[in-house]
């Protein structure tokens, strides 16, 4: 019997423009190994492509971006990254920790909560679908924004506005996005496309290393790395590991499950 299944990641070329679609719709988008192997792989061959100058990141459907770690496959024993060491040093989602000198433009439609968030951070520009919602809720089930959203949030939005979301888990939507100067562009969801494709064009019609240079310079990366953030990923395994060991950190999960309020205990 063939598999028929669909693949979790597409990849389109338009031009000078690769788009990376997550097309686990059914699943809201979420993350397994699969679509980490899928987007991370992408843009490895996007970086090693010189006719690729631009790579957009969206999700399949209407509903949204991308719903975080798949939780539901987890919970059957599915994994969220894959055996081999180098593509799980990509970080979360084959991204996270996986910076391109290539400009990734995040076509955000729907909503990007927890991980999902954490991907929409690592884009370089974010066009959004006027339905999109973005947050971390991860302070609600006794997590933390692990994927590198503690540490982006931070810096993406003002500081006291990035605590207050951080800290109380609550979402906020395209509009206040825009306001925030955390989305460049807000258009309704049939645009959304259109206007992330004509923004990819207008970079890519620059000078293709003039602007990856741009880039590596305003991030500081060098030799496929932020420089600074390996102190951010330390401090974020310290305080996994310790989180993670807590009486609370399982309290949430299981809450969460019993759709019940959680009883923390800070211990």
Not at 97 to 105: C, F, L, T
Not at 142 to 171: S, Y
Request: with cysteine; proline share 6%; aromatic share 6%.
């Amino acid at each position: 019997m063939t598999d028929t299944a669909a693949p979790a990641v597409l990849t389109t070329r338009n031009g000078h423009i690769l788009t990376i679609t997550i097309n686990r719709p059914e699943a809201r988008n979420a993350v397994n190994a699969a679509v980490h192997v899928g987007i991370g792989t992408a843009l490895d061959e996007a970086e090693a492509d010189p006719d690729i100058r631009v790579v957009i990141i969206t999700g399949a459907g209407d509903k949204a971006f991308c719903a975080g770690a798949d939780l539901v496959a987890l919970s059957r024993g599915g994994a969220l990254q894959p055996d081999d060491k180098a593509q799980q040093a990509w970080g979360f989602g084959g991204f996270a920790a996986h910076p391109i000198s290539k400009p990734v433009i995040g076509a955000v439609n729907g909503f990007a909560f927890g991980g999902g968030c954490e991907l929409a951070l690592m884009c370089d520009l974010i066009v959004a679908s006027e339905n999109a919602q973005f947050g971390l809720p991860e302070v609600k089930v006794g997590l933390f924004a692990a994927a590198g959203g503690a540490f982006r949030i931070v810096k993406q939005l003002p500081p006291k506005l990035a605590m207050e979301h951080l800290l109380t888990g609550d979402p906020f939507d395209a509009a206040t996005a825009l306001r925030y100067g955390f989305a460049n562009r807000v258009v309704p969801l049939a645009d959304l496309m259109p206007t992330a494709i004509a923004l990819a064009e207008k970079i890519a019609g620059n000078a293709p290393l003039s602007v990856q240079a741009s880039k590596r310079v305003a991030l500081r990366m060098q030799d496929g790395q932020i420089a600074g953030d390996d102190a951010h990923w330390a401090d974020n395994s310290r305080e996994r590991r310790a989180l993670m060991a807590s009486e609370d950190a399982r309290e949430g999960p299981r809450a969460f499950a019993e759709k019940r309020k959680p009883v923390w205990k800070a211990r």
